[in-house]
């Protein structure tokens, strides 16, 4: 299994791994399925883009025998810029409990302190229990933060933070 960047070219594979992630895990996200599968090109390539931009956002890759099968999003806060967001994180079934995630968590958290960041933020969902065990082994702890689910007003998120 290797980590690597999203390249700026992949906008395609981007569609295809966020979509199979929003189908896969439905209340795992702040966006819906049904409202990012008919996104045209244009949405996707500007997605890209905004992940891809040298140093700055970043999407990472889970990948083994050339498939890719996770993601994670490094996410720079415009209006605290000592802060940065862990976003997007997704295994396909079938990769999980082999360490992609924490390899996708680690790799994150490495370009945070290559940005000099103070801090990383998260949401995750109320009940998803693996999630937040593997947050907590990578040293985010519980903000005591709650909020609505963006995509699903019958769930809460947890925040959850990590001092670089």
């Known amino acids: 299994m290797r980590?690597?960047?999203?390249?700026?070219?992949?906008?395609?594979l981007f569609r295809e791994l966020r979509l199979r992630a929003l189908a896969e895990s439905p209340n795992a996200f702040a966006r819906r399925y049904v409202d990012?599968?008919?996104q045209p090109d244009a949405h996707w390539i500007r997605l890209t883009e905004s992940v891809t931009t040298p140093g700055g956002q970043t999407m990472l890759l889970a990948e083994e025998d050339g498939r890719s099968f996770g993601l994670v999003f490094g996410l720079l806060d415009r209006e605290h810029p000592e802060t940065g967001h862990v976003g997007g994180m997704w295994v396909e079934p079938e990769g999980r409990r082999r360490?992609?995630?924490e390899a996708l968590l680690r790799a994150v958290i490495d370009w945070a302190r290559l940005r000099e960041l103070?801090?990383?933020?998260?949401?995750?969902t109320e009940g998803?229990?693996?999630?937040?065990?593997?947050?907590e082994r990578?040293?985010?702890?519980?903000?005591?933060?709650r909020d609505a689910h963006a995509a699903n007003p019958n769930l809460r998120v947890i925040q959850m933070?990590?001092?670089?």
């Open 3 to 12: 980590i690597r960047e999203l390249e700026r070219s992949e906008w395609a």
């Open 138 to 145: 990578g040293g985010f702890s519980d903000t005591g933060r």
């Open 36 to 38: 990012e599968r008919g």
């Open 118 to 124: 103070e801090r990383l933020e998260l949401w995750v």
């Open 161 to 164: 933070m990590l001092t670089l």
């Open 99 to 101: 360490g992609a995630g």
């Open 128 to 135: 998803n229990d693996p999630a937040i065990r593997l947050y």
